[in-house]
């Protein structure tokens, strides 16, 4: 069994910070792409952004220069650093890791259960 456990998410004002931390927990054996995805009422799930275990990262447009995502390897723990937030970043941030649970699993795709991220004054 696998889970993706999610923690930091909250009410900020216009222009304030959140850091938001994913950590994968289970029988694991390897770790590829972590990333975080968001969802607002009404649209489709966007990429926020995606680490690979090499550190290569990659953003979504709209948060490009203001978001960084990093990773510790050794915890399986993706973070999200969050800064200048804006109105319309306001979601339930979803972590994903890609990744094999043992040498004989192929890799798969896991889902965390989302943490809402609210901004306003």
């Known amino acids: 069994q696998v889970q993706l456990v999610e923690s930091g998410g909250g009410l900020v004002q216009p222009g304030g910070s959140l850091r938001l931390s994913c950590a994968a927990a289970?029988?694991?054996?390897?770790?590829?792409?972590m990333g975080w995805y968001r969802q607002a009422p009404g649209k489709e799930r966007e990429l926020v952004a995606t680490?690979?275990?090499?550190?290569?990262?990659n953003y979504g447009d709209s948060v490009k220069g203001r978001f960084t995502i990093s990773r510790d390897n050794a915890k399986n723990t993706v973070y999200l650093q969050m800064n200048i937030l804006k109105p319309e970043d306001a979601a339930v941030y979803y972590c994903?890791?890609?990744?094999?649970?043992?040498?004989?699993?192929?890799?798969?795709?896991?889902w965390g259960q989302g943490t809402q991220v609210t901004v306003s004054s």
């Open positions: 680490i690979s275990s090499g550190g290569i990262t």
């Open positions: 289970g029988t694991i054996w390897n770790v590829n792409d």
């Open positions: 994903n890791a890609f990744l094999r649970r043992s040498l004989y699993d192929g890799y798969a795709n896991y």
